[in-house]
C-alpha cells in the first residue's frame, strides 16, 4: 500500500483533529519530500498550515506583534511586564518571551505582513539572542524538551536560515536535539508527535534531508502511532485494522 493511499484511507487531513492531523501532515511531507527540490514546497506548506496564522487570524496576529515590539525594552531585550524569575507549573514567565518572539516572527514573515520592518526585525534577533543565551529552564521537563524547542525551530523555518547568525541557527539546532524521540522511544501519544514535529521543523529549516530517518520513522512510528490513535478515536472505517497490522 503506497503512503498516499494510507492517506486517501483516512480520509481529508481537515476532518482529523490534532494529533492526527500532525501525523497526516508528517506523512504527506515524507511522501513528497524525497529530492531536495521539493523542500521549498513542503516548507511552505507547513509554514502555511502549522506556522503562520490565517487570513482570519492576520490582523490580530500583527497587532499582537505591534504590542509586543512597542512594550520590549531595547536596551535588554526583554519584556519589563514579564518576571523572568518565574518557575510555576501554572505562571513560567519566560515561555511567554519566547511566545512574543514567535509572534513576531510569524507577524514578520508571513505574506501581508510586516515584511520590511526593521525595528521588528532587529527586536527579534535581539530578544532571540537573549533567551538562546539564557536558555531558561522550568522544573518541569516537557517545557525544556518539548515546549521550548518547538517554540524555537518553528522561529527558525518561519524566519529561514539565511536572516539568521550562525550562532542563532547552532543553538536551536542543539535544543532541537531535546527532543530525540530516538532515544527516549516513546509509545506513541502527543509527545512522540511533537518531538517529530520538531525534528520536522529542524529538517526543513536546515534542508536536511535524512531520508533513512524519516523512513524510519515513518515505518516503524508514524504509522503505528496512527492506527493506534485512529483505533482510539473510534474513526475506523471498514479494512483499516486489517490494513494496519500489515503494516505494523
Ligand atoms: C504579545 O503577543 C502575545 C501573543 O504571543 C499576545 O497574546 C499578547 O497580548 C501580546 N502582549 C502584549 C503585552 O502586547
Ligand atoms: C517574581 O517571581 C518570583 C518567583 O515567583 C517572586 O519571588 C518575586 O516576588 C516576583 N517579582 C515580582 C516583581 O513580582
Ligand atoms: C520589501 O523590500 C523589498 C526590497 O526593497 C521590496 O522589493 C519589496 O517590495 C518590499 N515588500 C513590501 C511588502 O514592502
Ligand atoms: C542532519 O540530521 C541528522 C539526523 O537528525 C543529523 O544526524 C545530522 O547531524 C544533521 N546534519 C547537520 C549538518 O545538521
Redesign the pocket.
Known amino acids: 500500500m503506497t503512503i498516499m493511499s494510507v492517506l486517501q484511507l483516512y480520509g481529508s487531513p481537515i476532518i482529523l483533529g490534532f494529533p492526527q492531523f500532525l501525523v497526516a501532515l508528517v506523512i504527506t511531507v515524507i511522501a513528497t519530500a524525497t529530492p531536495q527540490d521539493d523542500f521549498a514546497i513542503v516548507r511552505e506548506n507547513v509554514l502555511k498550515i502549522m506556522l503562520w496564522p490565517t487570513p482570519d487570524q492576520l490582523p490580530a496576529t500583527l497587532a499582537q506583534a505591534a504590542a509586543n515590539l512597542s512594550i520590549l525594552d531595547l536596551n535588554t531585550c526583554q519584556w519589563p511586564d514579564l518576571?523572568y524569575?518565574?518557575r510555576?507549573p501554572e505562571n513560567w514567565d519566560p515561555v511567554l518571551h519566547m511566545f512574543r518572539i514567535s509572534t513576531m516572527t510569524a507577524a514578520l514573515t508571513v505574506p501581508g505582513g510586516m515584511t520590511n520592518d526593521t525595528a521588528l526585525s532587529s527586536a527579534i534577533h535581539c530578544a532571540l539572542e537573549v533567551w538562546l543565551e539564557q536558555d531558561w529552564q522550568n522544573p518541569n521537563w516537557w517545557w525544556n524538551y518539548i515546549q521550548d524547542p518547538l517554540i524555537a525551530t518553528g522561529i527558525m523555518l518561519m524566519l529561514g536560515v539565511e536572516r539568521m547568525s550562525p550562532a542563532e541557527i547552532g543553538a536551536i539546532i542543539a535544543m532541537s536535539y531535546r527532543a530525540d524521540w530516538w532515544i527516549k522511544d516513546w509509545g506513541g501519544g502527543a509527545n512522540l508527535v511533537w518531538e517529530l514535529q520538531i525534528q520536522l521543523y529542524r529538517g526543513l529549516a536546515t534542508s536536511n534531508y535524512s531520508a533513512e530517518r524519516l523512513n524510519a520513522i515513518f515505518r516503524q512510528r508514524i504509522l503505528c502511532l496512527t492506527c493506534r490513535e485512529m483505533e482510539m478515536q473510534n474513526i475506523r472505517r471498514p479494512g483499516i485494522a486489517v490494513r494496519c497490522r500489515e503494516q505494523l
Open positions: 518576571n524569575t518565574t510555576g
